[in-house]
């Protein structure tokens, strides 16, 4: 993928998070807004942790590429791309 097509992609999805949170959150007959600053950091937390999600799968595959075919079932970074997830 190219760096501008990835560049595309990352902020779109990036513009979909933002759009998403914007809307108001509604828990019973009481609605809360968040401010600009509050939808931004959530934003940065949220897009950070897919980068991190996605890198970390790129990683597992590269060490895969490079081990030896022994070792290759004991690389497994599940755990780390679950915590990502949540």
Excluded: P, W
């Excluded at 809307?23 to 007959?29: I, Q, T, Y």
């Excluded at 990683?59 to 679950?82: A, M, N, P, R």
């Amino acid at each position: 993928m190219s760096s501008l097509t990835r560049d595309l992609r990352d902020l779109s999805s990036a513009a979909g998070i933002i759009q998403n949170f914007s809307l108001l959150l509604e828990e019973g007959d009481q609605v809360t807004r968040y401010t600009r600053e509050e939808q931004a950091k959530v934003c940065s937390i949220l897009t950070t942790a897919e980068y991190c999600l996605e890198t970390t799968q790129q990683l597992e595959d590269k060490l895969k590429e490079k081990v030896d075919q022994l070792f290759e079932g004991h690389i497994k970074f599940s755990t780390e791309q679950d915590i990502f997830h949540k």
